[in-house]
């Protein structure tokens, strides 16, 4: 047991034991802004990919699975995520919803059923609009995000990699 609890200190507290790597991985993506900004959308799709598995596996209704998953959301940004720069939670799990909404009309899509008629493709359209919406929006969020970051950073002269959670100073 007292291997396991130091191994968890040192995975999670000593700030030495990543630091080496996730610092030169941060100095790269500081240089590279438009990457770091598509690094940003392929962490807010994953974690909205992520949400519908994980509201596939509960086992109530899609609305009741949506609405634990947003109120969970909306408690992690209250208590854990109002301290960092990037909030995924609540994209994540509004992405989710919207992913969700819009594989009957992407199936319809793909399987050529759309394209019966106008109103069918009208619908399906329709259908998609959520996920359109949430794709333009981690777009803005990313985007935003990185500039205030970048922004930060040009206040701060060497202050890449020592930015932490909120461009304040990491310990």
């Given at each position: 047991m007292n291997f396991l609890n130091n191994t968890l200190n040192t995975l999670t507290k000593e700030p030495g034991f990543l630091?080496?790597?996730t610092s030169k991985g941060a100095a790269w993506l500081d240089e590279r802004p438009r990457l770091y900004k598509a690094a940003?959308?392929?962490?807010h799709l994953f974690r909205?990919?992520?949400m519908v598995g994980f509201m596939y596996?509960?086992?109530?209704?899609?609305?009741?699975n949506f609405s634990v998953s947003l109120v969970a959301s909306i408690f992690y940004r209250v208590t854990?995520?109002?301290?960092?720069?990037?909030r995924f939670t609540i994209a994540s799990c509004l992405g989710a919803g919207a992913m969700m909404l819009a594989l009957p009309a992407i199936d319809s899509i793909i399987s050529g059923v759309a394209f019966g008629s106008l109103g069918l493709i009208a619908k399906a359209f329709v259908e998609l609009l959520p996920?359109?919406?949430y794709g333009v929006s981690i777009l803005k969020i990313a985007n935003d995000g990185v500039d205030?970051?970048?922004?930060?950073?040009?206040q701060t002269p060497?202050?890449?990699?020592?930015?932490g959670c909120c461009g304040k100073g990491s310990s």
């Open positions: 630091s080496a790597y940003i959308v392929a962490n909205a990919v992520s596996l509960m086992p109530f209704s899609p609305l009741v854990i995520e109002r301290f960092c720069q990037f996920l359109v919406l205030e970051y970048m922004e930060k950073l040009k060497g202050a890449n990699n020592k930015m």
